[in-house]
């Protein structure tokens, strides 16, 4: 596609319930971010990707959090559980494999009522 | 370990005059990459420029261009001629190379260009 796509752009849900977020990469673009950006702060650094297998998951907070990319193109994060504390824009980025320049979505703001 | 930190929460500047971003930056790698990203009311990242860390030139893209000063881990942003689409969130970053692949960001600041 032409840029990476996000959806929903916007998501409200309730205290406890389960969503996904869902990231369509640029086509041949191995290489996908997952970032969390709260209210008044920079992205922080959730989960990369290689292909189909997580490179580095090191910035997901908790076991609650987790992200699938099956066929090395289209990415899901799933969050189970949620809490109020998970509300924020969920940002994410793709490039080709060793490159320094990324690509951003415009985010999926998430509201957890 | 690297952190990134940008002091100015708020920036404004009038039409057609410059402001510069400040950012300091902490990484214990040798080989790294500096960003500074553009991200306007619509969330989507923007970069607006890339500094390469052995290269002693600084970057610079039409409008945009850093002061990098690496023994002093500083990598700031100065606009000239600004413009009214230039209001924004300025982001600064860093990529460590030869560890995780991600991004790491300061807090931002806001820079409000007045008519």
């Known amino acids: 596609g032409a840029g990476v796509s996000q959806t929903p752009s916007n998501k409200v849900t309730e205290k406890g319930k389960y969503v996904e977020l869902r990231c369509d990469p640029i086509?041949?673009?191995?290489?996908l971010y997952w970032y969390r950006q709260s209210l008044g702060q920079g992205p922080e650094f959730l989960i990369y990707?290689?292909?189909?297998?997580?490179?580095?998951d090191s910035g997901l907070p908790n076991d609650r959090f987790f992200a699938v990319r099956p066929e090395g193109s289209v990415s899901t994060l799933k969050i189970q559980r949620t809490e109020r504390g998970d509300s924020a824009v969920y940002l994410c980025?793709?490039?080709?494999?060793?490159?320094?320049?990324?690509?951003f979505g415009q985010g999926t703001r998430l509201t957890v009522v | 370990a690297q952190t990134v930190t940008q002091s100015q929460p708020e920036m404004s500047v009038q039409e057609a005059e410059t402001v510069t971003l400040s950012c300091t930056y902490d990484?214990?790698?040798?080989?790294?990459?500096l960003f500074w990203y553009k991200q306007p009311p619509s969330r989507q990242m923007i970069l607006v420029i890339r500094?390469?860390?052995?290269?002693?030139q600084n970057a610079t893209e039409n409008r945009f261009s850093v002061n990098f000063q690496k023994a002093a881990k500083s990598f700031s942003l100065k606009i000239s001629d600004s413009q009214l689409g230039d209001t924004a969130m300025y982001f600064c970053a860093c990529h460590a190379q030869g560890g995780s692949e991600k991004l790491v960001f300061g807090k931002g600041t806001k820079l409000t260009v007045n008519p």
């Open positions: 990484t214990s790698e040798n080989n790294y990459y």
């Open positions: 980025a793709s490039s080709l494999i060793r490159s320094t320049e990324a690509f």
């Open positions: 990707f290689q292909g189909t297998g997580a490179a580095d």
């Open positions: 086509s041949g673009h191995t290489a």
């Open positions: 500094q390469e860390a052995y290269k002693q």
